[in-house]
Nanobody, 127 residues
Framework: VQLQACGGGLVQAGGSLRVSCAAS????????MGWFRQAPGKEREFVGA????????DYADFVKGRFTISRANAKNTVYLQMNSLKPGDTAVYYCAAQSRTGSRWTSRRTDYDYDYWGQGTVVTVSS
């Protein structure tokens, strides 16, 4: 299984960036997907998640209204659209896959709930 994140870069405060994560080696629509981030010197934290079919999303309070998660199952890809970026959003952004069990989705916000992880993509927001 591979989760390949890309699209990170340097952006000015107030700007936008979209990062993506392409999955291979798994049946993508059998997995809910999450995004996490880790800033220098800090612990990894939950950013948001999306259910297997894309119908439901969950976001950390600090990104609500600014970030949007979507997915294209036909492309085995999940996206994180980031708007109104702030210097505090500077971090390595990771995608993660959580195996789908049952018919209902409950968002998981802890990293140990996820089965596979990407290598991360660096987002730097300058002031």
């Amino acid at each position: 299984v591979q989760l390949q994140a890309c699209g990170g870069g340097l952006v000015q405060a107030g700007g936008s960036l979209r990062v993506s994560c392409a999955a291979s080696g798994l049946t993508f629509n059998n997995y809910h997907m999450g995004w996490f981030r880790q800033a220098p010197g800090k612990e990894r934290e939950f950013v948001g998640a999306i259910s297997w079919g894309g119908a439901s999303t969950d976001y950390a309070d600090f990104v609500k209204g600014r970030f949007t998660i979507s997915r294209a199952n036909a492309k085995n890809t999940v996206y994180l659209q980031m708007n109104s970026l702030k210097p505090g959003d500077t971090a390595v952004y990771y995608c993660a896959a959580q195996s789908r069990t049952g018919s209902r989705w409950t968002s998981r916000r802890t990293d140990y709930d996820y089965d596979y992880w990407g290598q991360g993509t660096v987002v730097t927001v300058s002031s």
